[in-house]
Structures are given as C-alpha cells and as structure tokens.
C-alpha cells in the first residue's frame, strides 16, 4: 500500500510569485484535503476536495486554490505570495463513502518558504 | 466540532507507559475522538479513534470516559521514538466538509 506523497519537498519564493505543490493520495482514498503549518502552531484546515470539486474550505482566502484530478492526485495553488505563506503544506487523504468519511492520512509535507 | 483542552508538555521516563490527558466537555454525542502525532517537522501520524467504547491497536490505547467529556492516550512502553506533539481532535464523521481542527497539542518528551 502506498502512503501519501507531496512534492516538491522545499520551495523557496519571493513574494507576489506563485506556487504550485502536488500531492499523490494513498490508493484507494478518493479524498484530499489540505493544511497549512505555521512554525509552532497546529496544522489549518485549507480546503477539502472530492470527486475533482471543493468541498469545504476553513478560512483562507480566493487566492489558494486548488484542483483533483481523475487519478484522485492533488494540486494546492497559492497565487500572490505573502511572506505570512511560508510555512509547512501538508496534504491528507481519507475515503469517503456514502455519508461517512474514513481517516485522514498526511504526507510528508512541502516546507515553502516566502522571502 | 467540540474544543479541546490539553496539558502544553509532560515528560516520561522510557520504558514507561506515557498517558496523555484530553479534556473535551462539549463533545456531541456523534463526534468520535481522534488522536494523532507530529515527529518534529513531519506530517501528522494517526494513531487511533474512538466514538464510546476503549480502543487498542499496536500502537496505543484510547480511554474515553463514560460520560465522554474526556479521553486518555496510553503509549504502553515509551521509547525515545515517541517524543513528538500528540493532538487530540474531535470529530463527526460526516459526508461533508471534513477539516480537522488542531489545537496546540501536547509536547510530550521521553527521557532516556
């Protein structure tokens, strides 16, 4: 079985670029939600995606956006780069089925960093 | 979904069983209780769940009160590998939108 997958690992940006980080779901899972990181604080709920739709979204503004694809992989994209971006990316997937959803599992991460 | 309230750090001789405390007074009677793990800089492990009954996997031990308004996770014999950030989460599981709320977590530090 293979687990959740992120890449790249580390990303460096200047501020008002864009960045793109991508996430494989573990097999079987048809659900990818993602989180922000900020040093020393809990991981922040994103967006949530499902059969290739948002679907749900915590308090983050227009400009991080994201995408799923038919292979259930995912895309986080954060336009307009602010230094209060850089921080740790984190993407998990879960199965849902009917009206419950299973687990969540993490990946690894993508560590940006914003100067 | 229904707060959290866990102690900031505790330490642990290794060897030891490790119980971290979660307080979670206002949880619903449809909200299971969820922990997870965070080794320094990588993503968050899940380690076990629990709706009203006590739970067992090879990783821990979830104790839930019986009036569910707090939990305790048990690490049977604490190894140096365990010092992490341990969240408590309370969830319902529901079709809908899904996120996790973290709280701040408990450091636990094992002690050799």
């Known amino acids: 079985e293979t687990g959740v997958t992120q890449s790249p690992t580390h990303l460096i940006k200047t501020r008002g670029q864009q960045v793109t980080l991508r996430c494989s779901s573990q097999s079987g899972h048809n659900t990818v939600s993602w989180y922000q990181q900020a040093l020393g604080q809990g991981p922040q709920f994103i967006f949530q995606y499902y059969r290739e739709e948002e679907n749900g979204r915590g308090n983050f503004p227009p400009r991080f956006s994201g995408l799923q694809f038919p292979n259930y992989s995912s895309e986080l994209n954060v336009n307009a780069l602010e230094l209060d971006d850089s921080a740790l990316y984190l993407c998990a997937s879960s199965s849902r089925t009917g009206q419950s959803t299973d687990t969540q599992y993490f990946g690894p991460g993508t560590r940006l960093t914003v100067l | 979904d229904a707060k959290t309230t866990q102690p900031t750090s505790m330490d642990c001789a290794e060897g030891r069983a490790a119980n971290l405390p979660c307080n979670h007074s206002?949880?619903?009677?449809?909200?299971?209780v969820y922990w997870y793990r965070q080794i320094h800089s990588q993503g968050p492990q899940y380690i076990i769940h629990?709706?009203?009954n006590n739970e067992t996997n090879e990783m821990a031990s979830l104790i839930i009160t019986e009036d569910r308004k707090s939990s305790t996770l048990i690490l049977p014999h604490a190894t140096l590998r365990d010092t992490a950030v341990y969240y408590c989460i309370v969830r319902v599981d529901r079709g809908g939108a899904d996120g996790l709320t973290f709280g701040k977590g408990t450091h636990l530090i094992i002690q050799p």
């Open positions: 629990g709706l009203k």
């Open positions: 206002t949880i619903s009677g449809n909200e299971y």
